[in-house]
């Protein structure tokens, strides 16, 4: 075909907007972003033509076009339904927030607000105060301040503690972690100006190793969670007490990065270890504490740093705390979470989503629930079941806590667990869940009780839908 041919099969762009916005399976999406995609496309189609390629058929143009869309789309944040018994779940937004939380983010999201406001004086005022009252009561500091996450809280700590003169910081071989997403302890360091000085082995390190490595260069001594890993066998290291005495007499700051931000026994929720709370690291006598907001606090992204007046004054100091610092949106969201823990009964978990999937038995809470999945999924062409799964914190959280929980099992009849899990993931709101054992898996310990309704309506129209083998012919 001629190269003037090969152009002339290529739509115009206003002939082709018309025929996707008429189809069907076009998702709504701006009406700007589909107009630009369509150009985009077409002006591939035109560069193609010009080395000879055949732009195709109209019918494929279209099909290609929909499907770079629904691709779009499928990129927009939308609610899911966490059927990976994974609570902490870094992919799918970690933890989902209290509903009083989400409603005190509502109003504010509104509304002017006194964020900087002082209303008995009419003058300006301090940024996140009672929140900062409120974190410190909680967690038994005394004094508490909040930022963007926990890796920042540990930048502005090490910028604020190790800088200059004393710009070493102190840490044990042992704890040179990887957090996840990118976040190495010793790059962390580098990046804010402070200098690694690494002591002991990966597996033992010694009070005495500490000692030998204070010299006029430190700047502080820490120490790091190791939140996503554990280690066993021939291990050892000194205690918290032990530091934080050596600390004292060399009049080091002894500073712990926590990560995980338990705020309730965890062994009191579920049948799994204790993890550190703030308020017992402090209690020990580290002088400052960061933690996450969004692990196992339960609310949302935003890292707190905990402890001693005079740090965490200087640290507010900061030029680049001003960089660091939380949203509106974000300090009505943790305050309200912070509020929920305060105001909980003694006994009584706080009504905060994580705590709770934690601590839901799988006897009296799961098990019951997924029977009566069960009983409504009755009809549908696929051998299912409710089995013993194991759920999990994550997030980067208690990897050796396994918490025994329920899912629901799934094997089709007339279609691959690939494909149910694919379409699965392709309904409002998706659903994703895991394959194990040729199984499609939905842990219910993720799923929130008034989901479940939701799991039922689209499990059945995806496996009871007639028409499933003529609309989707992939595996
Ligand atoms: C998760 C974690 C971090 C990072 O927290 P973000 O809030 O995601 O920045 C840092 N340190 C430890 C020990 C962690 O577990």
């Not at 967690?139 to 963007?148: F, I, L, W």
């Not at 997403?181 to 990966?202: C, H, N, Q, Y």
């Not at 309704?453 to 609309?471: A, C, F, G, P």
């Amino acid at each position: 075909m001629s190269g003037r041919s090969l152009f002339s099969r290529i739509p115009a762009v206003d002939k082709l907007l018309s025929l996707v916005e008429a189809q069907e399976g076009t998702p709504s999406l701006p009406q700007l972003l589909i107009t630009e995609t369509v150009r985009q496309y077409l002006s591939e189609l035109r560069s193609a033509a010009q080395s000879g390629k055949d732009p195709g058929e109209l019918e494929a143009i279209l099909r290609e076009i929909e499907t770079r869309l629904s691709s779009l789309a499928s990129t927009r944040i939308q609610p899911v339904i966490n059927g990976t018994g994974v609570i902490i779940h870094t992919n799918l937004g970690r933890s989902p927030l209290a509903p009083s939380a989400a409603q005190a983010v509502h109003e504010i999201a509104q509304s002017y607000s006194n964020l900087e406001f002082d209303l008995p004086s009419g003058a300006r005022g301090s940024r996140g105060g009672y929140l900062e009252a409120i974190l410190a009561t909680l967690c038994g500091a005394e004094s508490a301040t909040v930022c963007n996450n926990c890796a920042s809280a540990l930048i502005l700590i090490l910028k604020h503690l190790a800088n200059g003169e004393r710009s070493e910081v102190i840490i044990s071989r042992g704890e040179l972690v990887e957090i996840g997403g990118g976040f190495r302890i010793p790059e962390i360091m580098e990046t804010s100006g402070a200098t690694l000085r690494e002591v002991g082995a990966t597996n033992k390190t010694s009070l005495r190793d500490y000692e030998k490595a204070i010299g006029p260069q430190t700047g502080m001594i820490l120490k790091v969670h190791r939140s996503n890993f554990y280690m066993g066998g021939f291990v050892d290291e000194p205690s918290t007490e032990e530091l934080v005495a050596l600390g004292k007499e060399h009049d080091l700051p002894v500073i712990e990065d926590l990560g995980s931000g338990a705020m309730i026994a965890t062994n009191d929720l579920a049948p799994i270890p204790h993890e550190p709370t703030s308020r017992e690291a402090l209690q020990r006598g580290i002088d400052l504490v960061c933690v996450s907001g969004d692990k196992l606090l339960g609310g949302p992204q935003a890292g707190l740093i905990l402890g001693r007046k005079d740090l965490v004054q200087g640290i507010k100091k900061e030029p680049f705390f001003r960089a660091l610092r939380c949203d509106k949106l974000v300090l009505t969201g943790l305050q309200a979470t912070i509020e929920s823990y305060l105001q909980s009964p003694s006994g009584e978990l706080p009504n905060i989503p994580v705590p709770h999937m934690i601590a839901a038995s799988p006897n009296d809470a799961l098990l019951p629930r997924a029977k009566r999945l069960l009983r409504k999924l009755k009809d549908i062409p696929a051998h299912i079941s409710c089995e013993e799964s194991i759920a999990r914190c994550g997030g980067g959280t208690m990897p050796q806590a396994e918490i025994p929980s329920i899912s629901l099992s799934i094997a089709p009849k007339e279609m691959s667990v690939t494909k149910l899990a694919r379409l699965l993931r392709g309904k409002t709101p998706p659903i994703i869940g895991y394959t194990a054992d040729d199984h499609f898996h939905l842990d219910l310990r993720t799923i929130r009780p008034d989901q479940d309704s939701l799991v039922v309506e689209s499990l059945q129209e995806i496996l009871l839908s007639t028409d499933r083998k003529s609309n989707d012919v992939s595996p």
